[in-house]
């Protein structure tokens, strides 16, 4: 284990990158907003394993949050993150601060239209504009050959995918798959926000998307039906609200009326104050 | 002279690119739409003696059109431009078909927010956007050292900074000084599709702007009414229609209502069928 360069400045890490490319060694890049968990350590294997370098970026974006309170409880734990960082043999953490990346308000920014109108995007506006924005001045800098994004965020895989092939962005992009805990608890940062009592409600969610998978293979289509039958499994508790449950064709996402292909289905969980988002792919049997 | 190479796929031409990457020689980078002028042929010969290697690219770019008619009439002279590309030394002409460069709809954009609002903004509806997400693709695609614009196009030039600036793409935008006829007309694409009458009704515009700059000189610093004595120069004449001519500062385009620094004043008037812009800059002296 070597300890990895933790970078703060866009220059310094395009001068050191430069090289890199220079002796013509591929570089493959994790994007994160930090609080690194086994989810990212599976993005940052895959990655080691394609690459010759691995770049880490942690940076919780402001732009993509819409409320401040869910910014400022964001969990930042950098020095924790770096030693993750170093026992995966990670070679660069790219760690910059709001104001290196926004020294002014950006007036030109990635807008994904249509495909921001659903699932999350209907819930945080302007959410998948600032994910889109971010995602592209890191590419730029970073210039990776490969970079890694986890299918747990569905929605912002797929825009991203677009945002790649709409702007010719000269990068490929990876999809990883979803990291669970033993009950299918999918893993996110914002789990360790959860109290005790909060973690074993949380599966509700997994589970309730289980349900949509199941009834697939037995033959229900009707999406309608489908998302009402699921959201049923959920339990009646005041601590929980279902924000959304949807089912949507995995290209543009737009919704569905009937499971006729490949589709995803999505759902936004309130457990307390923390919002959790999973999300499963199945198709007609 | 030797002939250019004209390439039509995005594939092909990265392919040519990135040899001259890995040897590391510099590319310059001149987006056109083509019907190549000296104006065009300034910015070839300033990418020519800067950089090893210069892309021409070639692209009526139907996004930046916000009316059929104009996108239809836009001249399209090729085989000519071609010839003209291969007598000032340039390596390669990018030439690709709108289905190569949009093989559907794009879903992820660049928008330029306030930028756009003013100037020809002002009556292009989404012409900037469609501009600023073309020249975001042909940067991708080329990955140039550095990319030559024309100051003639003052609104694009300060988009294109800004987004390079907000997006941290990796290339060095340089701007070019407006080339000029004998009598001050600045060079464009659309001069020709003036008849000779219209063409001499054309220099209007310029001498209007050239009003503007003296009176600025001899003292006059309200914005209102150097534009009010500047729209008096322009001749009662019902094939010509001024369309604006404001005063705004240099960097986000906003309008001015005193001249206390630098400016530019920029205008757009239409001549027959056809519509001509032109700027100059000009601070309080």
Same mark, same amino acid.
């Given at each position: 284990?070597?300890?990895?360069?933790?970078?703060?400045?866009?220059?310094?890490?395009?001068?050191?990158?430069?090289?890199?490319?220079?002796?013509?060694?591929?570089?493959?890049?994790?994007?994160?907003?930090?609080?690194?968990?086994?989810?990212?350590?599976?993005?940052?294997?895959?990655?080691?394993?394609?690459?010759?370098?691995?770049?880490?970026?942690?940076?919780?974006?402001?732009?993509?949050?819409?409320?401040?309170?869910?910014?400022?409880?964001?969990?930042?734990?950098?020095?924790?993150?770096?030693? *993750?960082?170093?026992?995966?043999?990670?070679?660069?953490?790219?760690?910059?601060? /709001? &104001?290196?990346?926004? #020294?002014?308000? %950006? =007036?030109?920014?990635?807008?994904?239209?249509?495909?921001?109108?659903?699932?999350?995007?209907?819930?945080?506006?302007?959410?998948?504009?600032?994910?889109?924005?971010?995602?592209?001045?890191?590419?730029?800098?970073?210039?990776?050959?490969?970079?890694?994004?986890?299918?747990?965020?569905?929605?912002?895989?797929?825009?991203?995918?677009?945002?790649?092939?709409?702007?010719?962005?000269?990068?490929?992009?990876?999809?990883?798959?979803?990291?669970?805990?033993?009950?299918?608890?999918?893993?996110?940062?914002?789990?360790?926000?959860?109290?005790?009592?909060?973690?074993?409600?949380?599966?509700?969610?997994?589970?309730?998307?289980?349900?949509?998978?199941?009834? *697939?293979?037995?033959?229900?289509?009707?999406?309608?039906?489908?998302?009402?039958? /699921? &959201?049923?499994?959920? #339990?009646?508790? %005041? =601590?929980?609200?279902?924000?959304?449950?949807?089912?949507?064709?995995?290209?543009?996402?737009?919704?569905?009326?009937?499971?006729?292909?490949?589709?995803?289905?999505?759902?936004?969980?309130?457990?307390?104050?923390?919002?959790?988002?999973?999300?499963?792919?199945?198709?007609?049997?």
């Amino acid at each position: 284990m070597t300890k990895p360069a933790v970078v703060t400045g866009i220059e310094a890490l395009r001068g050191a990158l430069a090289e890199l490319r220079r002796a013509d060694e591929s570089i493959g890049f994790v994007p994160t907003m930090g609080a690194l968990h086994e989810g990212h350590a599976r993005l940052i294997e895959v990655a080691r394993r394609d690459c010759e370098h691995v770049v880490v970026s942690i940076f919780v974006n402001p732009l993509q949050f819409d409320r401040r309170d869910d910014l400022d409880r964001y969990p930042r734990t950098l020095g924790a993150d770096v030693e *993750i960082c170093g026992s995966l043999g990670v070679d660069f953490v790219f760690a910059p601060s /709001a &104001a290196e990346m926004y #020294p002014t308000e %950006p =007036a030109c920014v990635v807008d994904v239209h249509r495909l921001g109108d659903h699932l999350c995007g209907a819930f945080r506006p302007g959410h998948f504009r600032g994910v889109a924005t971010v995602v592209m001045k890191l590419f730029q800098i970073v210039q990776a050959d490969r970079a890694y994004f986890g299918e747990k965020d569905a929605q912002q895989l797929a825009i991203i995918r677009r945002m790649v092939r709409d702007l010719d962005v000269p990068v490929e992009i990876v999809g990883v798959p979803t990291v669970r805990e033993g009950d299918g608890l999918a893993l996110s940062s914002r789990n360790r926000l959860l109290s005790a009592g909060e973690r074993s409600k949380a599966i509700a969610l997994f589970k309730a998307l289980e349900s949509v998978r199941h009834a *697939i293979a037995a033959g229900e289509h009707d999406a309608a039906a489908l998302v009402r039958a /699921a &959201a049923a499994t959920i #339990p009646a508790d %005041p =601590a929980i609200r279902l924000e959304y449950l949807q089912i949507v064709e995995p290209e543009e996402l737009q919704p569905v009326s009937a499971v006729t292909g490949p589709v995803i289905v999505a759902g936004a969980m309130w457990v307390g104050t923390t919002r959790l988002i999973d999300n499963i792919r199945t198709s007609q049997s």
